[in-house]
């Protein structure tokens, strides 16, 4: 009865803190054996916006035409646990939901008005699902040398340190969203089914993976000129992708417990990485020209660096985050994916303006396609108050260039905005104004709309 006592109520806090709060710690932590080495840890998350947005010329929302809209919207509703069952052992789980909106994101079917209205109930899902086991374990001697195989609906997609991005503690608002490049189409909101190793190597860290992407269908249009043959996604019976992204780390060297990537360290840590990745699916993408169906491989490669450090008097604790990454898509011809996170914008019939845009309608753009990306953000965390209270401001400013195949010109986004963090990660406030592209259908010029997004992000 005591040993069943002690597992259910024993929640064991650790001290060492990597998310800039002291009294979080090391977070939920059920411990199963007395020394803690047989353990249960959860963590969970709330993510929530408020937006203020242009929408795109010939945008309507839920049957009314709308050149603006302000909503507020649900982005991350989600739980996280993993276990250690022995030393070398270990599953995990995670599960939640995504991107509710007054109008969408609801369960399958929901539409109109009612119980199962637009927008309403929507449905819990596995995001993760893993086993793993440590073949080599750190030593005494050598702390930094380990191979862990593992199993399971993974998130190891290789490419870039951002397609390994935690969403607890993003820099900006939000990921870019471009470095899941096959985001819910060949994948599961960013996962695949299959087989992964993970490990360091002194000051290498790496991590490989065979998986089975997700079927896709879609149906190649017939060009008749080879300039406007464009491919889509469909993979037939799916061949198998192989990933890998290894890094070098300079300075501290980070956890790999689990794959997700720290987006600020708010100067808890000293890292400077450099990494590289790939993605590769054989026949992944299919286009027509004068009837003939080609198959096309996806092939994705990316270079980046990451910086984050305390500056100046340490009794102000201010530091420095700073990430670039060059991205190198190639998904066949002409590739190109529109996409507007929680898009709540449908087409309105009635609009009689010459000003629409190729990316569609709400808040959609240009996102990921054939071509070359280049990324960089940059934050500064400010010097803390000598006294009470301990809100700490971190301003940010994040630029994209986007040169895809498929566009006449280049197009850029620029993010500028500030973390409030009221206590670390884990009760912040954080404000963005964001500047998105897009390029009017009928003349080809560029063009920018705005958009101001407010989130309050809670975990524990």
């Given at each position: 009865m005591k040993k069943v006592i002690i597992l259910f109520l024993t929640l064991a806090f650790g001290k060492v803190s990597g998310q800039g709060s002291a009294d979080y710690g090391g977070g939920m932590k059920?411990?199963?054996?007395?020394?803690?080495?047989?353990?249960?840890?959860f963590i969970t998350w709330n993510q929530t916006w408020f937006r203020a947005s242009q929408m795109n010329p010939g945008t309507a929302i839920n049957g009314e035409a709308a050149k603006n809209n302000t909503d507020v919207g649900m982005r991350r509703l989600r739980m996280l646990a993993y276990a250690q069952i022995s030393k070398r052992y270990m599953v995990l789980a995670h599960f939640g939901i995504n991107n509710q909106t007054f109008l969408n994101g609801g369960a399958s079917g929901s539409a109109g008005t009612g119980g199962y209205g637009a927008g309403k109930k929507p449905q819990l899902f596995f995001h993760d699902f893993w086993n793993e086991y440590a073949i080599i374990q750190p030593t005494k001697e050598n702390k930094n040398t380990s191979l862990t195989l593992g199993a399971g609906l993974n998130y190891f997609m290789g490419v870039s340190r951002l397609t390994y991005s935690s969403t607890l503690n993003f820099l900006t608002v939000d990921s870019p969203i471009f470095s899941w490049a096959t985001i819910e189409n060949s994948d599961q909101f960013a996962r695949q089914m299959g087989f992964f190793a993970k490990g360091k190597l002194n000051k290498?860290?790496?991590?490989?993976?065979?998986?089975?992407?997700?079927?896709?269908?879609?149906?190649?249009?017939?060009?008749?000129n080879p300039s406007t043959e464009v491919a889509v996604d469909n993979n037939g019976k799916s061949a198998f992708s192989k990933t890998g992204y290894v890094e070098y780390q300079f300075l501290d060297t980070e956890s790999n417990v689990l794959p997700f990537k720290v987006g600020t360290y708010l100067g808890t840590k000293r890292v400077f990485n450099l990494g590289a990745g790939f993605y590769t699916q054989p026949k992944g993408t299919k286009s027509q020209l004068n009837g003939t169906v080609s198959t096309h491989n996806i092939s994705l490669l990316a270079v980046d660096a990451f910086l984050d450090m305390p500056i100046g008097d340490k009794k102000k604790n201010m530091a420095i985050t700073a990430y670039s990454g060059f991205f190198n898509y190639n998904f066949g011809p002409n590739y190109?994916?529109?996409i507007g996170i929680m898009n709540v914008g449908s087409v309105d019939a009635n609009y009689k303006g010459t000003d629409k845009l190729t990316s569609g309608v709400g808040n959609a753009?240009?996102?990921?396609?054939?071509?070359?990306?280049?990324y960089t953000q940059v934050g500064l965390l400010l010097p803390k108050a000598t006294e009470k209270p301990k809100l700490r401001v971190q301003p940010f400013a994040a630029y994209t260039m986007k040169s895809f195949e498929a566009l006449p010109t280049a197009v850029s986004n620029v993010d500028l905005g500030a973390n409030w963090l009221i206590d670390g990660h884990h009760a912040k406030i954080t404000t963005q104004y964001s500047l998105r592209p897009g390029?009017?259908?009928?003349?080809?010029?560029?063009?920018?709309?705005?958009e101001f997004i407010m989130q309050l992000q809670v975990y524990l």
């Open positions: 059920l411990n199963i054996n007395p020394e803690g080495t047989k353990y249960v840890r290498l860290e790496y991590r490989f993976a065979l998986n089975k992407p997700f079927a896709t269908s879609l149906v190649p249009a017939n060009a008749t190109l994916r529109n753009q240009p996102m990921i396609g054939t071509g070359n990306i280049f390029i009017e259908a009928s003349t080809g010029q560029k063009k920018s709309l705005g």
